[in-house]
């Protein structure tokens, strides 16, 4: 029985880790349509989650983004990942302008049961990085959701503009 | 020790023998325990096998001694059921002291219950009435708050109001300059007409002055004239006088009437000359009265103007004055910005005061409310000495009424006694009788003083109970203090800690992290890198491309020329197969120029990849030695294929202590998890057993190969 519980939880902490590294991908990509990052004619209207959301036609992004996912997805399944962080930066001076916050808190008792020896390593495609901060901004909470293994909380951080002072 | 001996069976079934069944008696545990119906049986049938006969005679009693000994037990059946009454009377009457005390307990706790929420509600009024005070307070430190907001508004009223008044007055003053200097050119151009007029006047004196004396000269003319004429006409009057000359009178005539043209003529220019002047003068006198409209219509507009902004000003001036009203201590508007400096001091002096306030009217609550349980508790405790003085005070009736009693009867005895006396004064012969009497009384008076102190001590262990049961209720209030004030912490603790964890989670939200055990990455491979990294490749494609179509085209055409080359003109073929040649030639020298290029390439990469082979042999031959020094396990490493078709590789472990060469472990290795492989020598006993163990069981290949290592040593060194 224990072996039935514990093959269960490990089928559920994949699906749970393919869901949220999914709903990551659509994320990416609404943002950089509502956002205006890349041009509106770039994106193809589909159906997800019971609403219409936009993905990018540009291949450069696709791949980019599938990479990602695909990354996000081991790290969740080992429940290594602690948030993801989306930024968008000013191309001239490099000025971080906007900083999407996704905080994840993983079930670490699902994890433990799942994983058995699983030794990760950051893959070479990607280096250490600072967090790309933003002084004083101004944050908005948004929604959260929770598959009951992991639990992702949005929050957006943007420059406080000196007009919204005024 | 009554040996009681069970009947023989009469009421029982004849089949079952008499048990003798003892409760004495020691029985089997395993015996069969029946149930045997015990009968008291008449004294003789009890009696043992020999019989003492009673003599009947020494049974019976006179009736005389029957009668008194029944009237004698009659009476202290009588007393004693009188005595009995009683005590259950009292017995009664403790049980209804004691549901009273019951019911004044349930009163006194119900008054405690109800004073309690008394305070509550008293507490909650006073709560109450303390937070409208905060609230009025809060209000306060709003509107102080406002205040200075108002101030600073005023005050930026006050510098805008002084700026435009300031301007206003600089345009004014400017208007002014400017009035005076138009009316200064007014002025100067008045007096500059007047001079023109002036010298007009005094042209025009000193023309009518020419003129006049022209007219004299004219009128001397005429005079000398006309005397000449006379004189002619004496002359000719003397000479001639027949002859009157008609000449001379038309020449007369003629003078005469141009005489009158001339002054005709004259008089004409004079007029003309005269109204030429008025004329002029008109002229100018409308010239100037056009100016004169014109500026007096701009100084009209302008009066408007000035009249508007004289307005605005006015009003300015009564809200400043009214403002300056309202501010009390100000009189002008110099003392407004001290004033307000003044002002904001008191305001934050106000609020400081006001914050004292507070802390004070705090403290006071405290105060109020430990005084409050102070009350409570003092209430309490003065209704329980209340209830304890009036339980005593019930508890001396009972005692006294109980004496009461005592004594009553003690005194019915004594006239019980007395009577007895009598009586055995009267009856000699019934002292013995009357002696056991007494004494059966004094037994039972013994006995009711017995029952009375019962009673006495029955009545303090409840009145003990009583005491205990509020030292418990006061205890109970005190832990339920002290329960609400903990309460009361908590509570500020959980806000407390409540907005710790609002402002934690905006941090969290924020990003902050804990470098210790947090790393940040990012993507190496960014879409500009992956663009770049595509359009060189792309353009590296397109660039081979051409090369190779350029080096397909040098070949064609060398082939082609080549082939197509005629023997018969070798001149110009040969010129030309030079020229080809040439090219294919330059072709061929850098085709194989790259290919030497290439295959020096490939030399140094052959050493280099030797030259790794041979340092990874050597690397990994130290590698293999040192594990099996070090965990005792020589590992072959080979691939192999599965009867399924999948390449695996498995790894072959020969111990070091191993007795012979076929004690070997074998174990597949397929990503990342490695299996054991049943052979012969994992088939035996023991060290399948070993397996089971510590790789199924325990799923731990090393604690396998540790365990199997120690035992070969073990073997080893015993053997």
């Known amino acids: ?166 | 020790m009554i040996l009681r001996t069970p009947p023989p069976r009469k009421r029982r079934a004849d089949s079952q023998p008499p048990e003798d069944v003892n409760n004495n008696n020691a029985q089997s545990p395993s015996s069969n325990r029946e149930l045997l119906v015990y009968e008291d049986l008449p004294v003789p049938e009890y009696s043992h096998d020999h019989s003492i006969p009673i003599t009947s005679d020494q049974m019976l009693c006179t009736y005389q001694c029957r009668q008194m000994v029944k009237s004698e037990f009659f009476d202290a059946l009588s007393s004693a059921e009188k005595q009995v009454h009683d005590y259950q009377s009292k017995f009664g009457a403790l049980n209804e002291d004691l549901s009273n005390a019951e019911q004044e307990l349930a009163a006194a706790k119900g008054r405690e219950q109800m004073l309690q929420e008394q305070l509550r509600k008293e507490v909650d009024f006073s709560q109450e009435q303390l937070r409208k005070q905060i609230h009025s307070f809060s209000e306060l430190e709003s509107l102080q708050q406002l205040k200075p907001k108002k101030a600073s508004l005023l005050e930026e009223k006050l510098s805008i109001l002084s700026e435009s008044i300031d301007r206003e007055k600089n345009r004014l003053q400017n208007e002014l300059l400017q009035m005076r200097s138009e009316s200064k050119l007014s002025v100067s151009r008045i007096s500059a007409d007047l001079e023109r007029m002036e010298c007009k006047a005094t042209n025009a004196e000193k023309e009518s002055a020419l003129l006049r004396e022209q007219l004299e000269e004219l009128k001397k003319r005429l005079d000398e004239c006309m005397q000449e004429k006379f004189e002619l006409e004496k002359k000719s009057s003397i000479r001639s006088p027949e002859v009157p000359s008609q000449d001379t009178n038309l020449l007369l005539k003629h003078l005469q009437e141009e005489l009158r043209n001339y002054e005709s003529e004259v008089r004409e220019a004079r007029k003309l000359k005269a109204s030429h002047e008025d004329i002029e003068l008109l002229k100018e006198k409308l010239y100037e009265e056009k100016s004169r409209r014109e500026r007096t219509e701009l100084d009209l507009l302008k009066l408007s103007d000035l009249q508007l902004n004289v307005k605005r000003l006015e009003d300015e001036l009564c809200t400043w004055k009214s403002v300056v009203r309202e501010i009390p201590g100000v009189s002008s508007a110099d003392d407004i910005l001290p004033k307000f400096a003044a002002l904001q001091k008191e305001v934050v002096d106000g609020m400081m005061r006001a914050g004292d306030a507070q802390a004070r009217m705090k403290e006071i609550q405290v105060s109020l409310d430990a005084a409050i349980l102070d009350k409570q508790n003092a209430e309490t405790e003065a209704a329980m000495a209340k209830e304890r003085a009036e339980s005593y005070k019930a508890e001396i009736k009972q005692l006294e009424s109980v004496l009461g009693l005592i004594t009553e009867e003690r005194d019915r005895l004594k006239d019980v006694v007395k009577e007895l006396k009598e009586r055995t004064n009267l009856d000699g012969g019934t002292e013995s009788v009357s002696g056991t009497i007494v004494q059966e009384l004094e037994a039972s008076l013994a006995k009711k003083e017995n029952y009375v102190t019962e009673l006495e001590n029955s009545l303090l262990e409840k009145k003990e109970i009583n005491s205990r049961q509020q030292n418990e209720i006061k205890l109970l209030n005190e832990r339920l203090a002290n329960e609400a004030r903990r309460v009361k912490m908590l509570e500020r603790e959980g806000d407390r800690l409540r907005s710790e964890i609002s402002l934690l989670e905006s941090k969290l939200g924020h990003g902050d992290f804990s470098s210790a055990n947090t790393k940040v990455l990012r993507m190496v491979n960014t879409l500009a890198v992956d663009n770049e990294a595509k359009q060189t490749i792309e353009a590296l494609q397109n660039e081979l491309q051409k090369q190779r179509k350029s080096c397909r085209l040098l070949k064609n055409l060398k082939n082609s020329h080549v082939s197509k080359m005629d023997l018969s003109k070798p001149v110009q073929c040969g010129f030309l197969l030079y020229s080809f040649s040439d090219a294919g030639t330059h072709v061929d020298s850098y085709i194989a120029g790259k290919i030497k290029q290439l295959k020096e390439q490939i030399a140094t990469l052959e050493k280099r990849e030797e030259r790794y082979k041979t340092v990874f042999a050597e690397r990994i031959s130290v590698f293999r030695r040192a594990c099996c020094e070090l965990f005792g396990y020589k590992i072959v490493m080979d691939d192999h294929q599965r009867p399924d078709g999948i390449p695996v590789t498995r790894f072959t472990l020969h111990s070091i202590y191993a007795l012979s060469d076929d004690e070997k472990l074998q174990f597949e290795y397929e990503s990342g998890n490695a299996n054991i492989v049943v052979n012969d020598y994992t088939s035996q006993p023991e060290i399948s057993r070993q397996v089971d163990i510590f790789i199924r069981k325990m799923n731990s290949i090393p604690a396998f190969t540790a365990n199997l290592t120690v035992e070969s040593f073990n073997k080893r060194t015993l053997s």
């Open chain 1, 1 to 166: 029985m224990a072996s039935k519980t514990a093959t269960k939880d490990i089928i559920t902490l994949r699906g749970s880790a393919a869901i949220v590294s999914e709903f990551f991908g659509y994320a990416a990509n609404s943002i950089l349509y509502n956002r205006g990052v890349y041009p509106e004619e770039s994106f193809a209207r589909v159906k997800k989650y019971g609403l219409p959301m936009l993905l990018t036609q540009d291949e450069g992004v696709k791949s980019f983004i599938s990479n990602l996912t695909s990354q996000l997805s081991e790290w969740l399944e080992a429940g290594k990942l602690q948030r993801v962080v989306l930024v968008i930066m000013s191309k001239a001076t490099g000025e971080v302008l906007e900083r999407w916050n996704f905080s994840i808190e993983t079930d670490s008792e699902v994890v433990e049961k799942g994983v058995h020896g699983q030794r990760l390593c950051s893959p070479f495609t990607w280096i250490e990085s600072d967090p790309k901060l933003i002084a004083n901004p101004q944050m908005v909470k948004l929604h959260s959701f929770d598959t009951k293994i992991h639990k992702v909380d949005t929050l957006v951080s943007y420059k406080n503009d000196e007009w919204d002072e005024e």
